[in-house]
């Protein structure tokens, strides 16, 4: 059985430093950290442009469980199972952009940069490559030395807009950012196992045709999947996601309620029509996403192999 669980051009002036992290942290130690980073997702992307929300995906999965430590990327053993086992992961993809960047940055700066700062890397440059903002990361972020399937609490397709608010309020961030996030939606696509029930007794706040499209789509097939924007864009990072669920046009639940709710109808109907005003607030949000929770100095670790911890960890780990 599938459980219910998803989860889901603006430039700040150098030097930039957010808490223990810099822009830049690499120029002394791996100067083509970020350009072999970027080279790694260009070329991915040229062959399949659905790596922007399966990055972004996988990044929002990292940094909201125990920060953005990489945790995410960690294989299961034998012994202990991995954040990889947890239901809401199970569709994560995108883990072979980060070990190709991981082994061609091991073979140029040997343990220097990690697998978290990777991953932020590579989804700054997935975004600005599917036509959204291009924003600065500041890196320096180390990786973390426990994935645990019990941790990864996440909201789910079908969470009311208050119960998101809260999950996200307990990470600090506000209401705006959370809508903000949740236009990440505007790429990529969802299971049908995820919104079945919306067609199964047709939601009245679903446009009909929609209903019949998704209907087809869906029929006999739970893993079928369908466009998280119903435009004619749904590769392109832009803010047709609010226009859609706008219109009634939202897949999942939860997005169509963000249309709905007073508690954030308002931002929707702003970031609808104020497609800049989008631009500028996904590159802040995807900034402090980017810097929750994250190990800095000799915290933790960087790792060889993002799959697994170092020997010397990985023993204290079993």
């Given at each position: 059985m599938h459980m219910k669980m998803f989860f889901l051009l603006f430039f700040f002036a150098l030097p930039f430093v957010m808490a223990d992290l810099q822009v830049g942290f690499y120029k002394p130690t791996c100067p083509?950290?970020?350009?072999?980073?970027?080279?790694?997702?260009?070329?991915?992307?040229?062959?399949?442009?659905?790596?922007?929300?399966?990055?972004?995906?996988?990044?929002?999965?990292d940094c909201f469980v125990s920060g953005c430590d990489a945790s995410i990327l960690i294989d299961s053993t034998n012994k202990k199972p991995s954040e990889k086992e947890a239901g809401p992961n199970q569709t994560v993809r995108g883990y072979e952009v980060i070990d190709k960047a991981k082994k061609r940055l091991?073979?140029?700066c040997p343990s220097?940069?990690?697998?978290?700062?990777?991953?932020?890397?590579?989804?700054?440059?997935?975004?600005?490559?599917?036509?959204?903002?291009?924003?600065?990361?500041?890196?320096?972020?180390?990786?973390?030395?426990?994935s645990s399937p019990s941790?990864?609490?996440?909201?789910?397709?079908?969470?009311?807009?208050s119960g998101a608010l809260q999950m996200?309020?307990?990470?600090?961030?506000t209401g705006n950012?959370?809508?903000?996030?949740?236009g990440a939606h505007t790429v990529g696509v969802a299971h049908c196992f995820f919104f079945n029930d919306r067609l199964s007794s047709p939601d009245?706040?679903?446009?009909?045709?929609?209903?019949?499209?998704?209907?087809?789509?869906?029929?006999?097939?739970?893993?079928?999947?369908?466009?998280?924007?119903?435009?004619?864009?749904p590769f392109t990072i832009d803010n047709q996601y609010y226009k859609q669920i706008l219109l009634r046009r939202g897949i999942l639940q939860i997005d169509q309620e963000l249309a709905l709710d007073n508690s954030t109808s308002r931002i929707v109907s702003g970031f609808a029509s104020n497609g800049i005003g989008f631009r500028q607030s996904f590159a802040?949000?995807?900034?402090?996403?980017?810097?929750?929770?994250?190990?800095?100095?000799?915290?933790?670790?960087?790792?060889?192999?993002?799959?697994?911890?170092?020997l010397a960890n990985r023993k204290a780990a079993n």
């Open positions: 083509q950290a970020e350009s072999i980073v970027r080279q790694v997702v260009q070329n991915e992307f040229t062959g399949d442009r659905s790596i922007t929300a399966a990055l972004l995906r996988m990044h929002f999965h091991e073979d140029a220097t940069v990690s697998c978290a700062d990777i991953i932020t890397l590579a989804v700054r440059d997935a975004v600005a490559l599917a036509g959204g903002p291009n924003y600065t990361v500041a890196t320096g972020r180390r990786d973390g030395l426990e941790k990864v609490i996440l909201p789910g397709p079908e969470i009311s807009v996200f309020s307990a990470k600090g961030m950012e959370m809508v903000t996030l949740l009245p706040t679903m446009d009909p045709a929609l209903v019949a499209k998704l209907k087809k789509t869906c029929a006999g097939n739970d893993e079928a999947t369908a466009f998280l924007d119903q435009s004619r864009t802040k949000a995807m900034i402090k996403l980017g810097n929750l929770q994250v190990l800095v100095g000799k915290a933790g670790e960087i790792r060889n192999n993002c799959r697994a911890f170092n």
